[in-house]
């Protein structure tokens, strides 16, 4: 497995920023470059969390939209890509659809996969320490799975006008400033980190802002987001980079 591109933060189903149908449209133009440009075989495709402004699965119902880019993932699955799926705190409740449906493989944060020989220490970023007693609180809600069996019980309809409104307040912790105390949260965890274990590349997503940055031995990326940036990283099999989608 030689490329990888890391994608994150699309927020798709709000109408924040660009509106979502037309943020969708370029992540799928950014999936057929990949398909057009890279070979199946050896192309990674890894979605860093909150692609999704909300997804919950109930046993027979999804929420709905989206199906443009659902289709091109599955068709890039279908072809041979490996598609893998990190949850973020937006879009954490996904029970096997997103796996047997569209063929992505969900993986765990963080995930510490080695990728041509390169070590990579991945998470979304909204778990990484040291957490406020909220913050800790609502990973611990949401992560609960008497909570995630409760909620199956709310109609689709209810269910979702919740977590508008839930994200809608989310949001707005997010500045569009660089957020310097986050960067600087991440910066000290790989630090700490690297004194126990080397990685080569850390990635995470969650801040909303692109950044690249030598740590030591290591190499740190945020992915940035799908809502202003339109920024992702890209692995060559060597060394990592991050670019962005303009047209
Ligand atoms: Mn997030």
């Given at each position: 497995m030689r490329y990888a591109f890391f994608i994150s933060?699309?927020?798709?189903?709000?109408?924040?920023?660009?509106p979502s149908k037309q943020r969708e449209l370029k992540l799928i133009k950014l999936l057929r470059y990949i398909q057009d440009r890279y070979p199946p075989k050896e192309t990674n495709i890894i979605l860093l969390g909150d692609i999704f402004d909300f997804w919950f699965e109930w046993k027979h119902s999804v929420p709905a939209g989206f199906v443009r880019l659902l289709g091109t993932l599955a068709d890039l699955t279908d072809s041979g890509y490996k598609t893998y799926f990190l949850p973020g705190n937006h879009d954490q409740?996904?029970?096997?659809y997103l796996s047997e449906e569209v063929g992505i493989e969900v993986v765990p944060d963080p995930w510490t996969p080695e990728l041509n020989s390169k070590k990579f220490f991945i998470s979304?970023?909204?778990?990484?320490?040291?957490?406020?007693l909220s913050e800790r609180l609502i990973n611990t809600l949401f992560e609960s799975s008497i909570a995630r069996k409760m909620f199956k019980f709310v109609h689709p309809d209810l269910g979702i006008w919740i977590a508008k409104k839930w994200s809608h307040t989310s949001r707005?912790?997010?500045?569009?400033?660089?957020?310097r105390k986050a960067l600087e949260k991440y910066e000290k965890f790989i630090t700490q980190m690297e004194k126990r274990t080397h990685y080569d590349f850390y990635l995470f997503a969650h801040l909303h802002y692109p950044i690249i940055k030598r740590i030591g031995n290591s190499v740190y990326v945020n992915t940035g987001?799908?809502?202003?940036?339109?920024s992702f990283a890209i692995f060559d099999g060597n060394t990592i980079k991050l670019a962005r989608w303009e047209d």
């Open positions: 933060d699309a927020h798709l189903g709000t109408d924040a920023y660009t409740w996904t029970f096997g979304h970023g909204h778990k990484i320490p040291p957490l406020t707005q912790n997010h500045p569009d400033v660089p957020p987001d799908w809502l202003t940036h339109f």
